[in-house]
């Protein structure tokens, strides 16, 4: 049993992110503003959130919707400014809550000053912050990388006559980060904010930071399919995951740790046994390196069950873990399993082992909304039309109430709302006690009620079928958590000798309060949080 009992606040809180264009506009021009979040902040306190990471605010030419920064200690005036940024830093902190900035260090925009100067001749000084190379001898690519946007990672620039990388958007030059002068500059940067008082950065494809030092081609994937994106057609063996990354890790940690509980998280798109060394060798990396199986795994219980198991087993010890449902690049869970399953999906995301990020609007039950091709904002959509990869349909504006709008902005929103949003919105689904947002609420004061819940000790219960069950135990309390992915009745016979408890949560709030014990039938999408009688 873990006999530790103080926990900061990002292993024992909720993170909730949110996409600042999408949520709450109070200029009418319709993107969302950082003072529209300050408005709401009551809104998040009441929902029982503490770390709201941000999405990128500043600015940028929105190539990428701010994950092409041109200025990395600015505001986008479109966004607020820099008076608004200290008005809600404060706010936030005037309730006990955290500010979690995004930071994209792999790239910026092209539009920074930063790359103006490195673009313009070969011997500038910046020349080398980003990564330049000459074109093969018949005057082709460098390599065969590609863009994680379509076609090829590099562009020519014709003035100088060399190649530039870009994982993402030719708009979007990575960054040389063997250079030291990066680093220094870079760092800088983050210091900028951490001297504000922000409490942490997610920071944006950790993983990609730093490519192969000869540049080798990354061979085939041997499982592409069609249908799989084209930048699938290759394993980026060279450009991404490369042991020196580990080293920039721990630079930008040994910088965070100079402000006390801040805290570093990795987004980091990998297989578990990869994904877990960047918490860095003796926990001096990533305090969260993302872990995105429930976004990545199809919705079953075995093999979801199997990847709990097997990141649990491979967490280093004293390694804090984390789970994440949804984010901006992501269809939305309720689109993804459903909105009944979705409620099993919030529970599960609540009551495992590790801290929980969730994505704004997931509270209430926003799926993904259709976006006409001719609408479409996000460069994966119109750079690689006709697969599905548009991520619009997730950023869609958060829904507050059943006015125009969704009572969003007074203005056009950027993109459309969801049609049903008089159903589904804050205002709506406060009055309604069966609603997903208060079946959020009770889920999340519950969890902040029970140490066992968020920060006490896990133990998988084997389980057969669409059935996932798991224990969680504190010092004083333990947990039963029964969870059925399916839409069929199932039979449980969880493995616990002489078992019983009381139903302390459920998705069928008539069971609440009940005592339960042994065998069990199981409804579909239900699921059971029973605290048991030691
Ligand atoms: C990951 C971000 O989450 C995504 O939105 C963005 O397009 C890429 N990184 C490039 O910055």
Known sequence: MNRK????????????????????DSSGNGTGDLNGILQKLDYLEELGVKGIWISPFFPSPMADFGYDVSDYTGIHPLIGNMDDFDRLLEGIHKRGMKMILDFVPN???????????????RDNPKRDWYVWKDPKPDGSEPNNWLSEFGGSAWTLDENTGQYYLHTYLDKQPDLNWRNPEVHEAMLNCMRFWLDKGVDGFRVDVMWQMIKDKQFRDNPPNPD???????????????????????DV????????????????????????????TYYGHDLQGAQLPFNFQLVELPWEARRIEAAINEYEASLPS?????WVLGNHDKSR???RVGPQQARIAAMLLLTLKGTPTMYYGDEIGMTDVHIPVEMANDPRETKVPGKGLGRDPERTPMQWDSSENAGFTNGKPWLPLMENYKKFNVASESKDQDSMLNFYRRLIKLRASEKALSVGDFYPVPAEGNVLAYRREGPKKAFLIILNLGDQKEQVDPELPQWK???????????????????????PDEGLLIELKQ
Do not use: C
């Not at 004293?318 to 984390?322: I, R, V």
């Not at 139903?503 to 339960?516: M, Q």
């Open 333 to 335: 869970i309720a689109s």
């Open 318 to 322: 004293e390694g804090w873990p984390n």
């Open 249 to 276: 890790v721990r630079e930008m940690r040994k910088l965070t740790d100079q402000y006390p509980e801040t805290v570093l998280i990795g987004e980091i798109y990998l297989p578990i046994q990869d994904l877990v």
């Open 224 to 246: 592409y399919t069609e249908d799989m994106s084209p930048y699938d057609k290759l394993l980026p063996v060279y450009s991404s995951d490369q042991p020196e990354v580990h």
């Open 5 to 24: 009992d103080t926990y900061l606040w990002w292993q024992k809180e909720i993170i909730y992110q949110i996409y600042p264009r999408s949520f709450y």
């Open 501 to 523: 408890g009381t139903v302390r949560f459920s998705t069928h709030s008539e069971k609440e309060g009940k005592e339960i014990k042994g065998s069990l039938i199981l409804q």
């Open 107 to 121: 790239h910026s925009s092209d539009e920074h000053p930063w790359f103006q100067e490195s673009k313009s001749s």
